[in-house]
């Protein structure tokens, strides 16, 4: 009998989406807080910040949940999830190198040309800008500048360390198993 209601409250979806919501909620405290390994100094210097994970806040908001029959799934859609979260070598596909933002600007001037190196070097280019490559940076100078700036630092391989964002800590997995406890014990 009790097993029996139990297993109707785990079907109530207002209770599953509390626990989603919560548990959404906590991934995104960890995110925020969790001693994760720090961002290389180039990636410090572009984010003009070292706050692993963290960068305009698409990512922590990118984390969501589903409900399906007797349980939640928590997760997220971003693109670089996997590799933020398990850490791996990002190697070129389809070129030589890997084009890096040499500063917080060319990385600004990029989201508008949907973050490829290459459409922004043609539009660069075809407002009248001067582009060529310096050992491993690929330089510009607009017409008429005083002085040539570097656009984009050329690396053949980066590392990016572990940062499992998605492994609770014990206090939020408690803190869940409370709330999920109490849900049950209810009516």
Known sequence: MILDILAKRLQDSGLLDGLGNRAVSQVQKNIE??????????????KQGNKPLRDR????ASITYRTEPGKVIVGTNHPAAEILHNGGTIRPVRSKALAIPAGPWVRSLMRGTDLSPRVMLDQLRGSGWSIWRQGDVIMGQKKGGKQPLPLFILRTAITIPARPFMRLPPESVA????????KLLES
């Open 33 to 46: 807080q969790g001693s994760w390994a720090q961002n290389a100094p180039l990636t410090a210097a572009i």
């Open 57 to 60: 806040d698409q990512f922590l």
């Open 175 to 182: 803190y869940l198993e409370t709330y999920l406890r109490q």
